[in-house]
C-alpha cells in the first residue's frame, strides 16, 4: 500500500460509552504505521479492527489525561509477549516515561525491545522523526495540562520516472536512480533527454494534523495551515461554549472555525462527549461554518489525498 | 435481588483476543458489588452487560500482572468524572498503590472520593472486609510474583421468620427483630411458642472462591475445601503440563484435580490462553477429572447455590 491512510480506533473523550472508546488511531503511511494516542482499548480494537502490530514502530501521546493513555502499557505489554524485538518509539510528555518504568518494574518485566522514549519537551523546533518520504512534527495545543498536536506530512522526494521512456529505453538501474534525482538520460545515438522530459513532476505534499484536546487559539492555524485532513476534537456542541472554555475543550463550531482559518481541504471531527446520544447536531453546526466536514466514526479509514 | 452470583467480564490471560478480554469479573451479594481483577477495559465490559458502577465499593486486585489490574486505571478515573463520592476499597500487591497514586500525579487528578487502599501483604490472618452477611478473605497462590485468590463466604446471621406465624400472629417489627435473634414468642393468650417453631433453620454458607493465577500446590486445597463454586484458572491443556509448571500456570486437569481433592461443587474454567481457538478438549479434559465442571463465558451469569 502506497497511501497515505488514518484509522480511527477511538474517538470518545473521557468517559467511555458502549459505542465510543477513549483516544487512538493508526496512521499509515506506506509500509509505516504510526498511532496517535492510545486509550483504554486500544489493543482490543486494533484485533477487533484487524490491524497487526508487527509494522507499529511509532506511538505519539498528546497529554497524560488518561483516556489519551491508558491502553499504552496493555500495548506495551502484548507485544513483549509476541516476542517483539524491534525497538518501539514513544513521543510522549516527559512524565510518561517514569510512570511506564515504574510499571514495568513492579510488574518485574524485562522488555524484550528497546523502548526509545522521547519527551515531547524537547521537540520544539525539530521533527520527531522522518525519513526520505515523510516527516512527523509537533507543536503545542491549548490544554489544562500540557498537550501536544501532531503533524504529518508525505513528501515526494524522489522523482518518478517516466513508463513510456523506461519502456522505449530500457535504462539500467543505475541510470533510473540518477534520473530520480534530477539527472539527465544520453541515448545509445548520444542524444540527450534531459531530466524534466522523462519524469513527472513532483506531487505536492500531503498533510494530515490532529488537534486533541484543545480550546480554540489562533495560534493554532500557523500548525494547521493548509492541511488535507484535519482531526480536530469537538468535544461539545456550541451551546457549551462557556463550558468548553472552561474545561479547555473545543465546541464543533469552534473545530470549524479553526478548519477555515486555516483553510484545511477535510475536517474530521471526535473526542465526542459521551453526553451526545445523537452527533448530527455536531456535524450540521460544523458544516454551517466549514461544509468540507465529516464525523470520524470508529473502525473507519479516511484517506489523506 | 438476595442472591450470590458472579458475572464474567474477562476471562482471556495476557494477550487479548477478538473474544477474550483480560481478567475481571462482578460478585454480586445483595445489594453489594465487588469486582475481582480488573484487566484492561472491564469498565467497558460492566457498559455491555449494562453493570452498573454506583453500588461498587470493593476491588480485589489478586497479583500485579497487567493483565489483572490495567483497567483499573480507567475505572478510578470514570468514578472521579462521574462525581462519586463514596469511599473506594482497593485491596491489592501493596506496590500498586504508588503506581496508582504516581498516576493520579502526573495526570493532576484530586480524587473526590477517597480511595482507601488495603495492601494484601498485611491480610495474612483477618478477613479483607465483612458484613452481618458475608466475610471476603484471601489466601496466597502459587504464581511467579505474589498472588493470592479470594473467598467469598455468604451466610445466613439472622433467623428468617416463618411466614404462616407472621400471617396468623401479626407480631410487631420489635418482636420480628427479637425472634430472628433467637428469641421465643408470647401470645396475647399467654402461650409461649418456642423460637424454632416460628423459625427457619439457618441455610448452610455458600462459597466463593477464586484462583487465578496459579500452579497446583496442594496447600490451596484447604483454602477452597468445600466451596459452592470454584473459579480457577486453567491456561493449558494437560499436554502442556511441563510448560503450565515453568510458568506458575495450571492445565485444566490441575483445576479439576484441585476442585476434586477440595470437594466444591462446581468449578468453573476461566483464564484461556490466546492460542486455544476452541475450548472444549479443556472442558472435556477437566471433567474426565472432575464431572461438575463448566467453561466461563463472558458477560455470563452465575449463581453460587
Not at 22 to 38: A, G, K, N, T
Not at 179 to 193: C, M, N
Not at 199 to 221: G, M, Q, W
Request: proline fraction near 4%; charge should be neutral.
Amino acid at each position: 500500500m502506497t497511501g497515505f491512510y488514518v484509522t480511527i480506533l477511538g474517538n470518545g473523550s473521557a468517559v467511555p460509552t458502549a459505542t465510543q472508546h477513549p483516544s487512538s488511531q493508526i496512521v499509515r503511511l506506506s509500509e509505516e504505521q504510526f498511532m496517535i494516542d492510545c486509550g483504554e482499548g486500544a489493543q482490543m480494537q486494533m484485533i477487533k479492527y484487524k490491524i497487526k502490530h508487527r509494522k507499529l514502530n511509532h506511538i505519539f501521546v498528546s497529554h497524560l489525561h488518561g483516556d489519551h493513555y491508558f491502553g499504552l502499557f496493555g500495548l506495551v505489554a502484548t507485544f513483549h509477549l509476541f516476542g517483539r524485538e524491534d525497538p518501539l518509539n514513544i513521543y510522549a510528555p516527559s512524565d510518561l516515561q517514569k510512570l511506564l518504568e515504574h510499571q514495568l518494574r513492579i510488574s518485574k518485566t524485562n522488555l524484550r525491545f528497546n523502548l526509545n522514549f522521547h519527551a515531547l519537551e524537547d521537540y520544539k523546533s525539530k521533527p520527531l522523526f522522518k525519513s526520505s518520504y515523510y516527516a512527523v512534527t509537533t507543536f503545542p495545543l491549548y490544554h489544562r495540562i500540557p498537550t501536544w498536536g501532531v503533524k504529518i506530512r508525505k513528501q515526494d522526494k524522489e522523482l518518478r520516472v517516466d513508463k513510456e521512456f523506461v519502456a522505449k529505453y530500457k535504462p539500467s538501474i543505475d541510470q533510473i536512480v540518477r534520473i530520480k534525482k534530477g539527472g539527465d538520460f544520453v541515448t545509445e545515438s548520444g542524444k540527450v533527454l534531459e531530466n524534466k522530459e522523462i519524469t513527472l513532476p513532483l506531487r505536492p505534499d500531503k498533510v494530515y494534523a490532529y488537534c486533541s484536546d484543545t480550546v480554540f487559539n489562533e495560534h493554532l492555524i500557523d500548525h494547521v495551515q493548509g492541511a488535507d485532513l484535519l482531526y480536530h476534537e469537538a468535544t461539545f456542541d456550541s451551546s457549551m461554549q462557556e463550558i468548553a472554555k472552561e474545561k479547555f475543550h473545543s465546541t464543533s463550531v469552534d473545530a470549524a472555525t479553526m478548519a477555515k482559518k486555516a483553510g484545511v481541504r477535510k475536517l474530521l471531527l471526535g473526542h465526542y462527549s459521551a453526553r451526545f446520544d445523537d452527533l448530527s447536531e455536531l456535524l450540521q453546526e460544523a458544516r454551517s461554518v466549514f461544509p468540507n466536514t465529516l464525523l470520524s466514526e470508529e473502525g473507519q479509514t479516511y484517506s489523506i489525498k
